[in-house]
């Protein structure tokens, strides 16, 4: 629970100020572009009309009372550096935040990440009266915060993870993305228009609130593994040393580089990284748009149909972590289970926007905009199914290292993709948006032949703890035990609970 609401937490920081600027800036500084023209009646309603839409009779009708005029004229660029502020200070911090959680552990990153997050929102709204600057510097401080709390997430997984039902622990942690995005949604739309101490500002004092009462309950009950946690029964102990490869918190990762750079199971982890993460933003940071410049949408079928999209997120997750953990205990091929998900999630999510784009759908705009649910279901099976928590099981000993190098390449697009898709849609045009999204179903595809390839989530020799290496799955355990082990499990309750007075020690 704690680590789904920490992620719930992570992306709705990330998320809120795109969704603030909307009422923090003059909205004449959203409608700059050439081929868009405003047209006013008696009733003091604004239509916005797009010529390069798919079905240009399409018209968005909206009241101009309900534009919410804000206070800042700031211009696209400033807005759009604003936006990638975070990523810059998520790409400084993702790398070395990895290193430094193998080397200190998760709890004292996480509980860092979170109380960061909450003191920077207190103070985001007097740093943007102050000056649009101050806002940036803000907002690369919290995308760092952001890189220190996922390395800590993927540490804390492989600790309290088992191969019983680490996928879906996955599932359930990775659920809490979508959530944040559904909740800040309308959180910030509403907070706008009736929120207290100016509209906008509230939202950043509610989620500093948040993150402040988050960080205060895990720093009571969040452990970095359970020998170290003072709840966890001896009992529980067993389950945990019989299951799980890792469960000494004073055993930290040492990355043995040399291994870890002559890998091609890493390499093909990074160079999937890089592709899939390239299509992804492609598609999250501008589907609003598309959907505006290509089937005319209106503002209020916009947001309904983006809150449709990470909606089946949910069940998807949660679904794709349950099936991999039964294939798991029915001794399937945990390379092979992840080369499926990621085949199917990659190959779904790079094809459908092609084809979106490419049919005519005047008539059926719900169903081409519905369809693009196929999208958020492929990224979902790859993120939980396939490469993106490969390094728990490819490198359990460092972990956090190789996701800091992989979300270092992931971050590094959150920079590009919104560069690139402005300089290849400068009209908004349908043609224009063909040409998106057939460069990221490239990458898409890509992503998914090298996994496939080359690609594997079978642990390394090098980078399993010696304590772990007999035990690596829970059916060893079993042949172990069916041979007719002498070793008792009072014995192994014994031993954890000598480990647990050692580690204190």
């Known amino acids: 629970m704690l680590a789904m609401v920490c992620t719930v937490q992570l992306m709705m920081v990330r998320m809120s100020l795109s969704m603030a600027l909307v009422c923090m800036v003059d909205p004449s500084h959203h409608h700059h572009r050439h081929n868009t023209t405003f047209e006013t009646s008696h009733q003091n309603n604004q239509k916005l009309v797009n010529a390069d839409a798919i079905c240009p009779q399409q018209s968005d009708n909206i009241n101009i009372e309900q534009l919410h005029i804000g206070e800042f004229n700031w211009s696209k660029s400033t807005q759009g550096q604003l936006l990638c502020s975070y990523f810059y200070g998520y790409i ?10 193998d080397r ?28 649009h600057r101050a806002l940036y510097a803000v ?43 559904m909740i800040i949604h309308p959180l910030v ?10 509209g906008w500002p ?25 020998s170290s946690h003072p709840y966890v029964t001896p009992a529980e102990i067993q389950y945990f040393r019989q299951y799980s490869q890792r469960i000494n918190t004073n055993v930290r990762g040492i990355v043995k580089w040399k291994s870890l750079v002559g890998s091609s199971a890493v390499w093909a982890l990074l160079a999937t990284s890089a592709f899939s993460s390239f299509g992804y933003f492609t598609f999250t940071l501008h589907q609003p748009l598309f959907l505006r410049d290509v089937f005319g949408l209106s503002i209020d079928q916009n947001g309904i149909m983006s809150s449709i999209l990470w909606v089946l997120e949910l069940p998807v997750s949660l679904g794709v972590g349950i099936v991999v953990d ?9 390379t092979l289970t ?63 290292t190789l996701s800091g190098l992989a979300s270092t390449f992931i971050g590094l697009n959150g920079l590009l993709a919104p560069i690139l898709v402005a300089w290849l849609t400068p009209t908004g045009s349908r043609d224009e948006w063909k040409t998106v999204f057939w460069v990221s179903g490239g990458t898409y595809l890509l992503g998914a032949l090298v996994f496939l390839v080359w690609g594997s989530a079978d642990p390394v020799p090098w980078a399993v703890p010696s304590h772990a290496k007999h035990r690596l799955t829970s059916l060893e355990v079993y042949d172990e035990r069916r041979e007719g082990s002498e070793e008792q499990p009072e014995d192994r309750i014994g031993d954890m609970v000598q480990e647990r007075k050692v580690d204190s020690v």
Not at 92 to 101: C, F, K, P, R, S
């Open 326 to 334: 039964a294939l798991r205990r029915n001794r399937a091929s945990l």
């Open 139 to 181: 907002r690369v401080i919290q995308g760092l915060a952001e890189a220190l709390g996922l390395n800590a997430h993927q540490y804390l997984l492989t600790r309290w993870g088992t191969n019983q039902d680490l996928s879906l622990l996955t599932g359930l942690s990775y659920a809490g993305f979508p959530l944040g995005v």
């Open 92 to 101: 400084l911090g993702i790398y070395a935040g990895g290193v430094a959680t």
């Open 104 to 131: 200190w552990g998760g709890r004292l990153f996480m509980l860092l990440s979170i109380g960061t997050m909450a003191i920077t929102n207190f103070i985001l709204p007097t740093a943007a009266n102050t000056h």
């Open 202 to 226: 509230s939202v950043f004092y509610l989620l500093g609130g948040l993150g402040a009462v988050w960080t205060l309950v895990a720093s009571l009950f969040l452990h970095d593994s359970p």
């Open 189 to 198: 739309s509403s907070l706008c228009l009736h929120g207290p101490w100016g």
């Open 338 to 400: 992840k080369k499926i998900c990621n085949t199917i999630g990659l190959v779904l999510a790079g094809v459908t926007p092609i084809v979106v784009v490419e049919v005519e759908w005047c008539g059926w705009r719900g169903l081409a905009a519905a369809a693009l649910a196929l999208v958020v279901v492929g990224n979902c099976m790859s993120f939980v199914g396939g490469y993106y928590y490969t390094p728990v099981d490819l490198v359990p000993s460092c972990a956090a």
